[in-house]
């Protein structure tokens, strides 16, 4: 297993180094510059001002200096807040996009486990059709509409919870989980529709039925474990879109995280802040990614032999 996770760490290497190179160039061909949008100043002072950040330099060359800071674990300091680095507006800002991020993850499990189980367990029912069609709903639904939805609905018409904020007004943290969740869990429904659909199929399903065992046994001890498997493959890529997809959600419930924060930076052209929150996204993303492998390796046997066998 160490060697298995080794390996896929190896794998994300050139991964990451293509984000970092593809985005640093992205950024330096976009039209303007971080100190375009600031109060006049002399060409002396932006003479200093592009000096003081090596911005007058070769782009190649910043792309070096900024690599070598990288490997250091340094993200350099903000454009937009001079006083900080990025290190530390990441910092202050990751704990509280976690927080939501696993907020709206547990209630897109609850939520769509619980309609994917049910809707397998009677197909081509009404128990099946009405919560796929809520799915499919949830599928159509982008966040950055449901959000003004929600918020016109709960916050606004019938005044029963706050439309902005968080962790400072009781019930500040449902609206945007919510928000965050309602996609992921609309496809998890429909996964997990279809792995169950496929175990309940099984021979040993039918034996155990033929045994008399309860439908809540068969469906607990012997048909979750393997109807599960294709929504852990799913959660590994769902929590790290949680994390990176959050902006929009933070920039409507005007909640503190690091999308907010990279939403600030775009409008400022603050380079360092963009670089620094895309790479931190994509190592969530490999982490992640990793993290939802080895459980499967966990619990399928065949991949556990796989793995120690070296394949």
Known sequence: MLIFIIKRLLQAVPVLFAVVVVTFFLIHAAPGGPFDQERKVSPDVLKHLNARYHLD????????????NLLQGDFGPSFKYPSHTVNDLIAAGFPVTFELATYAILFALVIGLTAGVLASLKP????DYLPMS??????????????????LVFGIWLQWLPVAGWGQIPGDKFLPSI???????????RISRGGMLEVLSQDYIRTARAKGLS??????????RGGMTPVISFLGPAIAGLLAGSFIVETVFQIPGIGRFYIQAAFNRDYTMIMGC???FA????????LADVILVLLNPKLRQDVSGGR
Do not use: D, K
């Open 278 to 280: 895309t790479i931190f």
């Open 179 to 189: 928000t965050l969740g309602a996609s992921y869990a609309a496809y998890i429904a």
């Open 283 to 290: 190592f969530l993303i490999v982490i992640f990614n990793l």
């Open 57 to 68: 330099e070769p782009v190649w060359q910043q792309l070096a200096r900024y690599v070598g």
């Open 124 to 127: 081509n029912s009404a128990l």
């Open 215 to 224: 439908t809540a046994r068969i469906v607990f001890v012997h048909a979750l």
């Open 134 to 151: 809520g799915a499919m709903l949830g599928i159509c639904l982008p966040s950055f509409v449901l959000g003004p939805l929600l918020l």
